[in-house]
């Protein structure tokens, strides 16, 4: 159906208007007269309360609205009601959705050379940080496994800390604890003695209420987005572990056949909403969720001390080194990778801190 609005749009005189003090789309040459607006659904995994459904998916697709005139408008799907965060990017390449929200790390070894923005060691002062490097180095890389859909945005939780049942004081306490990781993250804490067990966050509140899993490695935001301050007891901040990339993308048949002035029109509302709103989700929330944490189950907040961290640090670096090796023999540029990251990562904690 979107092809054939599209082919009788074209045939029936998308005329170039003057442009006018109304919305881009309307200044881009789009005529309302002819057109009829499409709908494309959107699938996540967030609760619809969330805020990446709550400021992030709704300021989008109000851009996306707005920037074309209403021509295109997006219906989300949150909570997993149309495919769960596993499926969701799979989903978008076989058109089953024609966008989805989800993470890159939920199918491991599906998006390799990514990776290397999750590495442990390298340090993102904040989500600002980490999505702008995830964002400007994605598209300095341009990977051959992100080209089967058209991505929209790249956007990042910055640092993580576990949240957990028990204390985790010291390497000794969190030796043999079932963990919930996924990505990288699992490797990570496998490196440090933990049991990382991979499953999405909207399982994960479950699972620790159930005693599954001991603790979560995770932005702070969980504890309030997910709920999880009410099924753990623990806070260690842990900010060299973590750092999980989050994908907007949309189907590419879907991107192909859109007229180009409505290709721009979406371009535009990707960076604006990207620079005001993605970059600083997970900022916004952690500082909530901690509040929110403090107020609704007293945490005890637990800081390594910097010997301790040291212990910590020392087992899991050599993991950067065995991303490049691992990378190099599939033939990818892995190194290239970690340089990039490392490199913007200096460039935009300057910037950002």
């Known amino acids: 159906?979107?092809?054939?609005?599209?082919?009788?749009?074209?045939?029936?005189?998308?005329?170039?208007?003057?442009?006018?003090?109304?919305?881009?789309?309307?200044?881009?040459?789009?005529n309302y007269e002819t057109m009829t607006a499409i709908e494309l659904k959107l699938a996540h995994f967030f609760p619809a309360t969330?805020?990446?459904?709550?400021?992030?998916?709704?300021?989008?697709?109000?851009?996306?609205?707005?920037?074309?005139?209403?021509?295109?408008?997006?219906?989300?799907?949150?909570?997993?009601?149309?495919?769960?965060a596993e499926e969701i990017y799979d989903g978008v390449v076989t058109g089953i959705t024609d966008l989805g929200?989800?993470?890159?790390?939920?199918?491991?070894?599906?998006?390799?050379?990514?990776?290397?923005?999750?590495?442990?060691?390298?340090?993102?002062?904040?989500?600002?940080?980490?999505s702008k490097v995830a964002w400007e180095g994605i598209k300095e890389l341009n990977p051959q496994e992100i080209q089967d859909t058209r991505l929209m945005m790249a956007l990042a939780t910055g640092p993580g800390d576990l949240f957990t049942t028990v204390p985790v004081r010291n390497l000794e306490d969190l030796k043999g604890l079932e963990i919930?990781?996924?990505g990288l993250s699992a490797k990570t804490l496998q490196s440090l003695g933990a049991i990382p067990v991979a499953m999405a966050q909207s399982e994960t509140y479950e699972a620790l209420s159930k005693g599954v899993v001991k603790g979560n490695l995770a932005p702070i935001e969980v504890l309030e987005g997910w709920r999880h301050a009410e099924v753990t007891d623990y806070i260690t901040f842990t900010p060299f572990l973590y750092n999980t990339l989050f994908f907007v993308t949309m189907n590419m048949d879907i991107w192909s056949s859109l007229?180009?002035?409505?290709?721009?029109?979406?371009?535009?509302?990707?960076?604006?909403?990207?620079?005001?709103?993605?970059?600083?989700?997970?900022?916004?929330?952690?500082?909530?969720?901690?509040?929110?944490?403090?107020?609704?189950?007293?945490?005890?907040?637990?800081?390594?001390?910097?010997?301790?961290?040291?212990?910590?640090?020392?087992?899991i670096e050599p993991i950067q080194d065995e991303f490049v090796t691992d990378m190099e023999g599939k033939g990818l540029p892995g190194e290239q990778a970690l340089d990039i990251v490392k490199r913007l990562a200096d460039q935009y904690n300057d910037l950002y801190n």
Not at 105 to 115: A, I, K, Q, W
Not at 124 to 129: D, E, G, L, Q
Request: glycine residues 8%.
């Open 180 to 182: 919930r990781a996924t």
């Open 101 to 130: 929200l989800s993470c890159f790390s939920y199918t491991r070894g599906r998006f390799p050379l990514l990776e290397a923005f999750e590495l442990p060691g390298i340090v993102y002062s904040n989500s600002k940080v980490a």
């Open 1 to 30: 159906m979107l092809f054939i609005l599209f082919v009788a749009c074209l045939f029936t005189g998308c005329s170039l208007p003057e442009a006018s003090e109304k919305g881009h789309g309307e200044a881009a040459g789009l």
């Open 259 to 315: 007229p180009p002035e409505i290709q721009a029109a979406i371009e535009e509302a990707n960076a604006a909403v990207h620079e005001e709103v993605a970059m600083g989700l997970w900022d916004m929330q952690n500082e909530s969720a901690l509040q929110f944490a403090m107020e609704q189950s007293n945490p005890e907040l637990i800081s390594l001390s910097e010997e301790e961290a040291a212990r910590w640090i020392a087992l």
């Open 50 to 84: 969330h805020p990446a459904e709550t400021e992030l998916v709704k300021k989008w697709s109000e851009a996306v609205s707005k920037g074309t005139g209403g021509m295109v408008t997006i219906t989300s799907y949150p909570g997993e009601t149309l495919l769960t």
